[in-house]
């Protein structure tokens, strides 16, 4: 069983900066199946940043870059030039879609 705790959400004005953190434990392998999805409000869950971080989905490329720490199994999310589009509850997943997901962070960004 792999648990995933994030960190990091809140409110930003547009075009500030927030930094995810998603801590895995001890059974996780690897941060390399680690993956950050998004559930805006009204909208399905979507991936963000996805194989490690190489692969950022188009509408967050440039603003939004995925790293992770394999020894300490935590990965981020740098997120700077914030949009109010980017408001969402943002999961750390492990495993792909029929694995594990943490709790979910709220970010939130308005003026």
């Known amino acids: 069983q792999v648990q995933l705790v994030e960190s990091g959400g809140g409110l930003v004005q547009p075009g500030e900066s927030l930094r995810l953190s998603c801590v895995a434990s001890?059974?996780?392998?690897?941060?390399?199946?680690m993956s950050w999805y998004r559930q805006r409000p009204g909208k399905e869950r979507e991936l963000v940043a996805g194989r490690a971080g190489a692969n950022i989905t188009a509408s967050v490329k440039g603003r939004f870059t995925m790293s992770r720490d394999d020894a300490k199994k935590t990965v981020y999310l740098q997120m700077i030039n914030l949009e109010p589009e980017d408001t969402a509850v943002y999961y750390c997943?492990?495993?792909?879609?029929?694995?594990?997901w943490g709790q979910g962070t709220q970010v939130t960004v308005s003026s």
């Open positions: 997943n492990y495993g792909g879609v029929c694995g594990y």
């Open positions: 001890e059974f996780a392998i690897s941060t390399s199946f």
